[in-house]
């Protein structure tokens, strides 16, 4: 369950932009997380739910928004979508594609008070 991981790092995250602006609590979270990346929600929500028990952002709202895989295709240069068991041009057919999105996972934005 990579999840667990992927929690602690938003966790790390979020305490730090927390403390920086002197919060005492935070109140929410959004993360984006790339449908590449293999995330489920779920797991993740699970694990920073138990991973924030005690600290000020034990009872924040974590919402998750997943982001589509996109990538150029490098051979009729369009711009397409993924799908993550098959990196084929929808345009031309080619398998020349450089990934634009869909591998990151970040924190968006952390609500403070």
Do not use: Y
């Amino acid at each position: 369950m990579h999840e667990l991981a992927l929690a602690q790092g938003v966790l790390d995250i979020v305490l730090s932009t927390a403390v920086g602006n002197n919060a005492v609590r935070v109140a929410g979270v959004k993360v984006i997380a790339g449908e590449l990346t293999g995330t489920v929600p779920e797991a993740l929500e699970m694990g920073f739910a138990a991973l924030a028990k005690g600290t000020i952002a034990e009872n924040a709202r974590l919402l998750i928004q997943l982001a589509p895989a996109t990538g150029h295709c490098r051979d009729c240069g369009s711009t397409t979508d993924i799908d993550k068991h098959s990196f084929v041009c929808q345009a031309c057919g080619s398998h020349a594609i450089e990934i634009i999105t869909g591998r990151e996972l970040l924190v968006e934005s952390v609500e403070v008070e």
